[in-house]
Nanobody, 117 residues
Framework: QVRLVESGGGLVQAGGSLRLSCAASGYIVSINYMGWYRQAPGKQRDLVATFTNGGTTNYADSVKGRFTISRDNAKNTVYLQMNNLKPEDTAVYYC???????????WGQGTQVTVSS
């Protein structure tokens, strides 16, 4: 089992920055991928940025050049640095981990990010 705990959300004005953190615990050696997704009211949950164990990163087109995913292996933590935030970035942000060994997705509880215009 894998547990993910997010932190760092909040209210920020357009153009501002936030950094989200996702601390993983449990059977983390089984994880192949970690990343961030977001879900705005009335919309589906969409990929924001992902990180594979091989070091490859992948970003949604809408956040390229503004968001950066990174990780601290010693702390089992993944970060999402969000700069130049826009009102359309407002959503609940979820940390995700995927285990190919168990073909299972794990999700955090979500953290709200609200960007005011």
């Amino acid at each position: 089992q894998v547990r993910l705990v997010e932190s760092g959300g909040g209210l920020v004005q357009a153009g501002g920055s936030l950094r989200l953190s996702c601390a993983a615990s449990g059977y983390i050696v089984s994880i192949n991928y970690m990343g961030w997704y977001r879900q705005a009211p009335g919309k589906q949950r969409d990929l924001v940025a992902t990180f594979t164990n091989g070091g490859t990163t992948n970003y949604a087109d809408s956040v390229k050049g503004r968001f950066t995913i990174s990780r601290d292996n010693a702390k089992n933590t993944v970060y999402l640095q969000m700069n130049n935030l826009k009102p359309e970035d407002t959503a609940v942000y979820y940390c995700n981990a995927y285990s190919s060994r168990y073909d299972k997705d794990y999700w955090g509880q979500g953290t709200q990010v609200t960007v005011s215009s």
